[in-house]
């Protein structure tokens, strides 16, 4: 689950810095869709980083139902278990993936597949500036989209050290550093992807 | 002071059980926590009742034996201390407090806030020992970086109470087992059986019915000896590495 959570946050880098593209011009993003359409490394790579989300999905449950056996049963505990954790989220991780493999689905669906899906199935893909355009004039949408990234952004601020911890990347001194960065790539996360629908919705790009 | 105490009550580990309401009352604020049980149980001896089952030992936060879910918390509202270090002066008067035993699949209840703890047994007789042949070398002939030492020392505070799997939302074990393998594995006399150690706990932890880590910190905040989650980290890495060596 760590090496899976630690791949995708690779992607989340690449998809975001690829996302900037919108914020300076249409030829510009035009030019980066067009390279991720044909370049080969980067169709080896889409079905590669799909195991990476489902290798992280089938695995969470997996941990999720051995978890839940764990805990007991014969007894009806009255007072909710109180102890402090280092942050909501952290107890909260696949309540969060759940939200975000929710609004994942609408993403793929909006975007995805009215763009790179048809240039593998051989259709005709829209144009995808105009598309982007089109979806974050949408207010209903870029808000949806932002509880989406603000999700994200607690998954990732667990995430992002928990995963080190899980392989034995940290120690005493490491560990404060990690939760700190953390909380460092997580924001970047959420403001970068929230920079373009912000934008397109406040009319200064597109 | 005076409480309303809402206790579990289990006859065994079998019998369904529930939860029972006492009222005590002229109970001094230095009175620790075990003494105010104390007191309950001497009054429901005289009237016929029967007392409250609960574990005890040292009463002076060594032993790890004492337990109890404290309003939610194990070892009670208190940071660093075990059961028996809690003083009724942490609770205002007139207080209602809920008294249950520790909460993990793998502690089943033995008798009202006894629990079965020999999972714990079971996981140290893996592997958290040290095999030695021959007679003793002088201690003073290995020499031990100060660092190591202390990190060693700090992993061996943990008293194997259980407070780490109870206040796990997953009943993991893994601070548990992480200050064990820790302890040793930063020790000269531990590295030979390192990589076994931490492949056997790691995997009678998991055969026993423990869930798996996910570092919500839960153990740390609740460990009355504050071992640290970074042990955790240690714990993985041994582990990882013995895996990959095999
Ligand atoms: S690590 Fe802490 S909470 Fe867990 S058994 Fe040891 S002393 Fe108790
Ligand atoms: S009774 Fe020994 S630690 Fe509490």
Redesign the pocket.
């Known amino acids: 689950m760590s090496l899976s959570g630690l791949f995708l946050l690779i992607f989340l880098a690449l998809h975001l810095a690829l996302n900037f593209a919108a914020l300076f011009s249409r030829e510009l993003y035009e030019s980066v869709c067009e390279f991720m359409d044909t370049n080969l490394l980067v169709q080896i790579m889409v079905p590669v980083l799909a195991a990476g989300f489902i290798i992280h999905i089938l695995f969470s449950m997996f941990v999720e139902f051995k978890n839940w056996t764990a805990r007991p049963r014969a007894i009806a505990y009255r007072v909710p278990n109180k102890s402090k954790a280092l942050g909501w989220e952290s107890k909260y991780m696949f309540v969060l993936g759940v939200i975000i493999v929710g609004f994942l689905v609408l993403h793929l669906v909006n975007f995805w597949a009215k763009m790179q899906l048809q240039h593998f199935i051989g259709g005709e893909p829209e144009n995808a500036y105009d598309l982007l355009i089109a979806l974050f004039k949408n207010p209903y949408y870029c808000a949806a989209y932002i509880v989406w990234f603000a999700a994200l952004y607690f998954h990732v601020s667990h995430g992002f050290w928990s995963a080190f911890q899980s392989i034995g990347v940290s120690n005493s001194k490491w560990l404060p550093r990690l939760q700190f960065l953390a909380k460092i790539y997580a924001a970047v996360i959420f403001l970068g992807f929230s920079a373009v629908p912000l934008c397109v919705l406040s009319g200064l790009c597109g | 002071m005076k409480f309303t105490l809402k206790v579990w009550r289990q006859k065994n580990a079998k019998a369904k059980g529930r939860f029972e309401t006492y009222r005590i009352d002229g109970i001094s604020p230095d009175t620790s926590f075990l003494e105010m049980l104390d007191i309950l149980n001497n009054n429901l001896i005289r009237e016929g009742k029967e007392p409250i089952a609960f574990d005890h030992d040292c009463r002076e936060g060594i032993c790890?034996i004492c337990s109890l879910y404290i309003n939610g918390r194990?070892?009670g509202p208190d940071d660093e201390i075990?059961t028996c270090q809690l003083h009724c002066r942490k609770f205002k008067d007139g207080d209602v407090i809920t008294v249950e035993p520790w909460r993990s699949a793998a502690f089943p209840v033995v008798k009202d806030l006894v629990v079965d703890r020999n999972a714990?047994d079971k996981i140290l007789q893996a592997g958290g020992f040290i095999s030695t042949t021959g007679i003793a070398p002088d201690a003073n002939l290995i020499q031990i970086p100060k660092a190591d030492a202390e990190e060693a020392m700090d992993a061996s505070?943990?008293?194997?109470?259980?407070?780490?799997?109870?206040?796990c939302k997953n009943g993991s074990?893994m601070?548990?087992v992480?200050?064990r393998v820790s302890a040793l594995a930063k020790l000269p006399q531990g590295r030979p059986e390192a990589a076994r150690r931490a492949k056997a706990m790691v995997a009678k932890m998991d055969e026993l019915g423990f869930g798996a880590c996910s570092n919500t910190g839960a153990?740390?905040a609740?460990?009355?000896?504050?071992?640290s989650i970074a042990?955790i980290a240690r714990l993985n890495r041994e582990f990882l590495l013995a895996k990959i060596q095999d």
């Open positions: 790890g194990p070892h075990t714990f505070a943990c008293i194997g109470c259980g407070a780490c799997v109870a206040a074990a601070l548990f992480a200050a153990c740390e609740e460990c009355p000896k504050g071992v042990h």
